[in-house]
């Protein structure tokens, strides 16, 4: 017996668009195998740095100049440092100073010095998911995301479709990724997510896609042993 997800998330859509059926198996809580090793998030590490920016944006004036980023990036920094993350420092401190970098880029863009919103959750039907940051430009809201992993590019088509479902979450007419482990960053390419939430809570099949994703598939075992093509145990409603 499974239980199933309340919310769909960005992560459960990216599944979807490899294959509907890895995303039944995701939204039911079938046991899955231990994600590949480029999907596995460097968790501590990675969450400092986003609690270290979310610092950051908690004190910085409502006017800042790009010469006092450094200076409240630093008080932020010092408040959550603890000695357990000495082993990271190396890492923290290039991912704060390619930080430091998009900040500057960000104020030349005339984005407002702070944040709408911070770490938030945005629900709208069934879909959820919390927005890194959300800022107002001219009348417009943007979305930024903060990446501290490495990349591969199976893993970009994935921020793509998080990207576009936090736009379309927020309203926001914009989003950028920023891989803070390179120090560079991308405007995210529009795609139309509300076709593929529509498709995704229309579908009753959950068809299985096969194809090079099976290889990497956390579901693969119980897919090619339940009887995949009985579909009729797949019909029930999301
Ligand atoms: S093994 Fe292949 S067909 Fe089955 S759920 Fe995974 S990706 Fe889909």
Redesign the pocket.
Known sequence: MCSMKKYISPHSIALYN??P??FY?YIHEYKSLPPPEYYKPPLEFGTLIHKIIAKYYELIPDTLVPTEILIHLKKAFNELWNVKYEPFRERVEKQLMNFVKFEKQRLSWHFNAKPVAVEKEFVKGRVHGIVDALFRKGDDLVVVDWKTGYVTAAYNDDINVQLNVYMWLTGAKEAYVVYLEYGYWEKIEKINIEEIIKMILSDNTYA???GP??DT?P??FI??TKD?FNYSVYGEEI
């Open positions: 490899k294959c059926r890895m198996y299985p896609l096969r994703q099976c598939c579901y693969q897919c090619m995949p």
